[in-house]
């Protein structure tokens, strides 16, 4: 199934690395890059939606990767209209202000548009070196289903393109009853990929784990099935490795996912410890038996 990659979401986090996942001899950030690219084609690069990327990691990023690896990038918060924290926006940009957070109305059209094209001109050597694979949007629990927001999907394509979008909710009225439909046909209309998520139910934020190609590329994100989904801390809320059983279930859906789309990826998101990089492991096996 070459045209289904299966990765993890991130392969420095602090938790990871005092797994012992790594071998004690990849001990440079070089390393380690090179190590996981040996053993995954994909991974999702989580730090930029914290600090916007700059183009000499991409520069080697792209060096220290194969041919054919795929590098997915979640987007900048303040893009995706969550808040970014006001030292972590590039400084000649930031407004005279107190406020710890920063939220994009903060900022006038001017300084918008220097973030939107500093960060996409950041990814600019992995687009080149055809390692770019999708910039990951995932919206905030407040930005539901309306015509503004809509919108605002729009913008975020036109303004991304060439490159590849995709798109995660985290309001449930995306993908309610009354819209999943509505929000499946808005998508593929303007061909922007829905992200679809393996998480804990009974949330705001919860979405149903609706599998549905809406464009060239179908994206699954697994986020485990934590009971404490809405701790402030990621490692209890990520903290969750799924069983053989579990992930067998999702085989024939992915199969099926991945013979209607042209190219899918499936990343482990559940990354506390080496947990997301041992279900990869497995899900690959059992993808390919």
């Not at 790594?22 to 995954?40: G, I, M, N, V």
């Not at 909710?169 to 993908?175: I, Q």
């Not at 009971?227 to 579990?246: A, C, P, T, V």
Request: charged share 25%; aromatic share 12%.
């Amino acid at each position: 199934m070459a045209n289904l990659l299966v990765g993890t979401a991130s392969w420095t986090d602090k938790t990871l690395l005092e797994s012992g996942w790594y071998p004690s001899d990849a001990d440079t950030p070089e390393k380690r890059l090179r190590h996981y690219a040996e053993q995954f084609p994909l991974v999702e690069v989580d730090s930029t939606y914290y600090t916007p990327p700059n183009a000499r990691n991409s520069e080697l990023w792209a060096a220290r990767t194969p041919k054919g690896f795929t590098f997915n990038v979640k987007a900048f918060s303040l893009l995706t209209q969550h808040p970014a924290r006001t030292s972590a926006l590039y400084k000649d940009l930031r407004p005279q202000t107190e406020k710890r957070n920063l939220y994009l109305k903060d900022l006038d059209a001017t300084s918008v548009d220097a973030v939107w094209e500093r960060f996409l001109g950041a990814l600019g050597p992995l687009y080149d070196a055809g390692k770019l694979g999708s910039l990951l949007f995932q919206f905030p629990p407040w930005f539901g289903i309306n015509r503004r927001n809509k919108h605002y999907i729009l913008e975020v394509k036109e303004r991304s393109a060439p490159y590849q979008v995709s798109v995660e909710f985290r309001h449930a009225s995306w993908m309610s009853d009354d819209n999943r439909e509505e929000t499946l046909d808005f998508l593929r209309s303007y061909a922007v990929p829905f992200v679809c998520v393996d998480m804990p139910q009974g949330y705001r934020s919860s979405i149903p784990p609706v599998l549905a190609v809406t464009g060239d590329l179908a994206v699954v994100r697994f986020h485990g099935h934590s009971d404490r989904w809405e701790s402030r801390n990621i490692y209890e809320r990520f903290g969750y490795l799924y069983s053989e059983e579990e992930l067998r279930a999702w085989v024939s859906r992915l199969r099926e996912l991945a013979d209607e789309a042209p190219t899918t990826h499936v990343l482990m998101n559940n990354c506390y410890r080496d947990y997301a990089q041992t279900n990869a492991e497995q899900l690959t096996r059992l993808l390919r038996d």
